[in-house]
């Protein structure tokens, strides 16, 4: 079965047009959920509009209304929402373009594939599409999605182009309210050191498969137990000792899992100094720092 188009319209371009269709990047469909049930009857149950004073009331007498004052409504009818026209209902103009890091994560919003429409759209799609990524820059345009005006970044992505929408500036939260209190001071810099070799050790490429959902899959195993008719086996989840500082818990997670032989590194530079010192007898000044160090040189052996 093809994928359903979200929305059908024209990349547009200056006087550069084709005609286009945007896709969902992603779906839940796969997720677990669960429908809500009468505890006795097991049926399932249907939530149906109620009007205070009618009771139960069909959809189809159902209207949208807009909340000007406190339980003061205006309704807005089809009609009304068809009058507002505006250009980007159709057509995802380009207004700008700006390089692909400069789009900060926290207004990206959801993902979309856009495709050419048709044979006659893919020569122009191809050419917008190799411009972007040529010039490793995301264009910026707008939409409508859901009765709703949204900016979109634009970009290439194998052989189409990825779209992303935007959240609103007044949809994020700024950080003072979060982060005033934090205070600013500037770590040792020999643990600061100690802290990215640490970091180093952790490294690896980004595989999303390595990542499931374990949750997801827990309530997997406990469903199709109930379905065997067996008693839920449930995993305890693992216990964990009293953490007294930072270093007890990079010491142990060291211990857990040691990292592929390295050639020498800061950290190696680092981890002598402090081996000596330690077969001497000597004490650091800073427990952390102290810490750190016999975590690097644990980690190396």
């Not at 006795?40 to 109620?50: E, F, G, L, S």
């Not at 807009?66 to 409504?73: G, H, M, N």
């Not at 949204?150 to 935007?166: D, K, Q, S, W, Y």
């Not at 500037?186 to 640490?198: C, G, H, N, S, V």
Request: glycine letters at 4%.
């Amino acid at each position: 079965m093809a994928p359903r188009a979200s929305w059908k319209g024209y990349l547009k371009l200056s006087l550069v047009s084709c005609p286009v269709r945007l896709y969902p990047a992603t779906s839940a469909s796969e997720r677990i959920s669960f429908n809500q049930l009468h505890k006795k009857t097991h049926n399932r149950i249907n939530m149906k509009p109620v009007d205070p004073e009618l009771g139960l009331v069909e959809r189809s007498d159902l209207v949208k209304g807009y909340e000007y004052e406190d339980k003061q409504y205006i309704i807005i009818d089809d009609a009304d929402l068809d009058a507002v026209r505006i250009e980007s209902n159709h057509t995802m103009n380009i207004e700008a373009f700006v390089d692909e890091d400069e789009v900060d994560v926290i207004y990206q919003d959801a993902p979309y594939y856009l495709a050419p429409d048709g044979a006659m759209a893919e020569e122009t799609f191809a050419v917008l599409r190799e411009a972007m990524r040529k010039s490793g820059k995301l264009a910026i345009a707008r939409l409508v999605l859901s009765s709703r005006e949204r900016v979109v970044t634009i970009g290439a992505r194998e052989n189409g182009m990825f779209v992303c929408t935007l959240r609103n500036p007044n949809e994020v939260r700024g950080t003072a309210e979060y982060f005033g209190n934090i205070p600013a001071g500037k770590p040792d810099p020999e643990m600061l050191q100690l802290a990215e070799a640490l970091i180093k050790q952790k490294e690896t490429t980004f595989d999303p498969k390595n990542y499931e959902d374990r949750y997801e899959a827990a309530l997997m195993t406990m469903i199709r137990e109930k379905l065997k008719g067996h008693k839920p086996i449930i995993a305890a989840a693992p216990e964990r000792g009293n953490v007294i500082n930072l270093m007890d818990a990079l010491k142990a997670s060291l211990s857990q899992s040691k990292p592929p032989a390295k050639s020498k590194s800061k950290a190696d530079e680092v981890a002598k100094p402090a081996a000596k010192k330690a077969a001497a007898g000597g004490a650091d000044e800073n427990p952390l720092k102290a810490n750190l160090l016999k975590a690097v040189g644990k980690s190396k052996k």
